[in-house]
């Protein structure tokens, strides 16, 4: 189902019934769990995928959360394990930050995110859990703006986990200005910057600017990218493959 909305953007409960050969009750039942989830809008009649009325330019997050759903699975759970009980970290936003805060959920640990998907999935048992304020990227969830700079600025963390649109030898992209902002403050408030990407974002440049490979500690990514990461092992000084 969500990968017909995504695709179509728009389309009723009727041909959604009709292409995956289900029941009205039942689209309607799955759409109402899509909708708390905050992946859509339910319209009369129908539905809209979350920030379907966009640019287009950067992929939605109904979209990004369908996109190597198990390799994410595996950063986020080696991300998490370099994170010792006590300890505090700024999550960024995005996908793979959210396989992180899964991993990371029920943990006696502190985080700090700009984003409300990646604080929702780290709000488990003891994980103490913190969000910064701003403004919402409709269909993405990120928070961005001057409340997120200001909370973002009066932070200290041990890692800032730093998710990345694109990484290639000049350094980590992201898709608009105001989150590449958000990212820089976040890893001058941290004492070890992990970036985590799964290797479809090597080789790729986005429109804005984060940082070079030397502000990196850590990589941490999955096998499938070994020989495209390997121009990178003399710039980044430990790259972990999960």
Same mark, same amino acid.
């Given at each position: 189902?969500?990968?017909?909305?995504?695709?179509?953007?728009?389309?009723?409960?009727?041909?959604?019934?009709?292409?995956?050969?289900?029941?009205?009750?039942?689209?309607?039942?799955?759409?109402?769990?899509?909708?708390?989830?905050?992946?859509?809008?339910?319209?009369?009649?129908?539905?809209?995928?979350?920030?379907?009325?966009?640019?287009?330019?950067?992929?939605?997050?109904?979209?990004?959360?369908?996109?190597?759903?198990?390799?994410?699975?595996?950063?986020?759970?080696?991300?998490?394990?370099?994170?010792?009980?006590?300890?505090?970290?700024?999550?960024?936003?995005?996908?793979?930050?959210?396989?992180?805060?899964? %991993?990371? !959920?029920?943990?006696?640990?502190? +985080?700090? $995110?700009?984003?409300?998907?990646? @604080? /929702? *999935?780290?709000?488990?048992?003891?994980?103490?859990?913190?969000?910064?304020?701003?403004?919402?990227?409709?269909?993405?969830?990120?928070?961005?703006?001057?409340?997120?700079?200001?909370?973002?600025?009066?932070?200290?963390?041990?890692?800032?986990?730093?998710? %990345?649109? !694109?990484?290639?030898?000049?350094? +980590?992209? $992201?898709?608009?200005?105001?989150? @590449? /902002? *958000?990212?820089?403050?976040?890893?001058?408030?941290?004492?070890?910057?992990?970036?985590?990407?799964?290797?479809?974002?090597?080789?790729?440049?986005?429109?804005?600017?984060?940082?070079?490979?030397?502000?990196?500690?850590?990589?941490?990514?999955?096998?499938?990218?070994? !020989?495209?990461?390997?121009?990178?092992?003399?710039?980044?000084?430990?790259?972990?493959?999960?």
């Amino acid at each position: 189902m969500i990968d017909v909305i995504v695709e179509r953007k728009r389309v009723s409960t009727a041909d959604l019934s009709a292409q995956l050969g289900i029941s009205l009750p039942t689209v309607r039942r799955d759409l109402a769990v899509l909708e708390q989830a905050g992946l859509v809008t339910r319209t009369h009649g129908g539905v809209v995928a979350r920030g379907a009325g966009e640019d287009g330019t950067e992929p939605l997050f109904l979209e990004k959360v369908r996109q190597n759903q198990n390799l994410k699975q595996r950063i986020g759970q080696a991300a998490a394990a370099l994170l010792a009980d006590g300890q505090a970290a700024l999550l960024d936003s995005g996908t793979t930050a959210m396989a992180t805060a899964r %991993a990371l !959920a029920g943990r006696r640990v502190t +985080i700090v $995110t700009m984003d409300l998907k990646v @604080a /929702e *999935a780290a709000s488990v048992g003891a994980t103490e859990v913190h969000i910064v304020g701003g403004r919402v990227r409709n269909g993405y969830f990120s928070l961005v703006g001057n409340w997120a700079k200001d909370a973002l600025a009066s932070i200290q963390a041990d890692i800032c986990f730093l998710a %990345a649109d !694109a990484l290639d030898h000049n350094g +980590i992209t $992201t898709a608009t200005f105001e989150e @590449a /902002e *958000a990212k820089r403050i976040a890893m001058s408030r941290a004492k070890r910057i992990v970036a985590i990407s799964d290797h479809s974002k090597f080789g790729k440049r986005a429109f804005a600017e984060v940082c070079g490979l030397d502000a990196i500690d850590e990589l941490v990514t999955d096998r499938g990218g070994e !020989a495209l990461v390997a121009p990178y092992r003399a710039l980044i000084p430990v790259i972990r493959l999960v």
